[in-house]
């Protein structure tokens, strides 16, 4: 479902010469294709997601070097595509929630401490998938161990 939602954004992107569009519904489909070929596999739309996930991580992360070096070209490119990106992606989840899902996993793996903190990381990531960042989920499992 995922897949011929982005082809039907591709198409529209063309018909409306929307240049920075195209070429992000192009990037994540070849993304897809890459993975799909070489594990020889049909891909899910969670898979999918999660594919879609790293490459705004990827946007995420060159963010930084674009503000040092002052290209204001790139980092509005980067920035639209980003938008683009967010589309696809589950909501989000807020500071808050995120807080209120890593208390549950603490609380349901017993963790004490800060030498637990890779099985709370692993068993936070496979509850809220997408919805948030590594880095994000990281931060909170932090403050609360």
């Known amino acids: 479902m995922l897949k011929e939602k982005l ?8 018909k409306d010469k929307d240049e920075i569009k195209k070429n992000t519904v192009q990037m994540i489909r070849a993304a897809i294709l ?3 070929k070489d594990k020889g596999i049909k891909l899910e739309d969670d898979q999918i997601i999660d594919i879609i996930a790293k490459e705004m991580k990827k946007r995420k992360d060159s963010l930084g070097d674009y503000e040092k070096s002052g290209r204001e070209d ?6 639209r595509e980003m938008e683009i990106i967010s589309n696809y992606l589950p909501k989000q989840l807020s500071k808050e929630e995120l807080t209120t899902i890593v208390k549950q996993v603490i609380d349901e793996l017993h963790a004490t401490d800060i030498k637990d903190m890779g099985k709370v990381m ?7 998938g997408a919805a948030a960042d590594g880095k994000s989920i990281n931060e909170v499992v932090r403050e609360l161990l």
């Open 7 to 14: 082809l039907e954004d591709l198409k529209l992107a063309m």
């Open 34 to 36: 890459q993975v799909e």
């Open 74 to 79: 790139l980092l509005n490119a980067v920035k």
């Open 122 to 128: 692993k068993a936070c990531k496979e509850k809220i």
